[in-house]
């Protein structure tokens, strides 16, 4: 009796483990099972300031929640505040010497137009009184000519006692009187001639002033680029002012903070990493023996090691189309003809149906239902 329940347990036995089996390879057969999987996110950002400086205010801890925008870190912007205002002060004070400029310049300009105006009528007015007095010379040395003649034949006539000494006397006094005249006439003309150069020489004193208005507006043109310059330095430091702040790029959880405040920091160098839950995926290595049936939208069982008992559920999203291994950065080596097989592995990304009490790095077995199955 002993014995035969001893062979009824020992059949059952073997019909449990050949049942167990059977399911096991079944499973395997009907689903691509692999335990190389992650939990991670589309979205995981390690966060930092575009600036240096001493980090003087962290408002947020590990495991807090944010809101895109909301400010999480702060820098003390004194030293770039200062900086600032020194630039400010720089340009105002430019803008003071421009305007001055501009003033002294159209002041210029003005003054330039009176002297010419003046200058040029002047000069104009003494030529023509030169002409004039040329005319009169011309005139005037024609009758003295006449007036010599008659006194040459009045002297003539006296010696011959052909008229009194008197009248030669009076044609005498008035040749005298008349090369007395043309000397006079000809010591204005010289000063007339004087006058005329000093006219000239106001004309050109008037293009002094012109080339003066040149230098002023060439100075105004280089104050104005230096302005330029400065107010781009004014909003290169409003930006880095602005960076002083740094801020949630958008919702998630503080995965980690990096150090407390106050502390010294580079630009570039992290302060928060930032995830997002509602990014998160799985992904999988999956053999490349185990890609039979395995296609997009297949579904998914997805197991967690840090969560026992709770199962989740996905899609298969996208398949890499190469290999993990081929953009390795010691690619492999086979011209030499010596090769080793290896089971090659390809990225399979599984969209999850619901991520609560997920987070990225956390380790999965999955298991993909293969088509046809």
Partial sequence: MSGRVGSILIVLLLSFFIYMGYRYIHYRNVNAVSDAAFIKSDQLSTLSFKVGGRVVNMRVEENEKVRR???LAEIDPVDLKTKRDGVLHSIESLEKEIEAARLSKERLKETLRLKSEISRENLKALQMKREGKRHEILSLEEKLEKSRKDTERY?????KRLIAKADYESVDTAYRSMSETLLAMRKSLQVLEAEIEKAKRGVELAELTR???????????AMEARKRALKSSLEELEKSISYTKLHAPFDGVVAKKFFDAPHMVKRGSPVYAIVDPASLYCEVLLSEKKLTGVHRGNRVKIEVDALKGRTFRGVVESISPTSASTFSLVPRDIASGEFTKLDQRFKVRIRLEKAEGLRAGMGATVAIERSGA
């Fill in 69 to 71: 925008g909301e400010l």
């Fill in 155 to 159: 002297h003539n006539m006296l010696e």
């Fill in 211 to 221: 080339r003066e208005i040149e230098e002023t507006q060439k100075s105004i043109e």
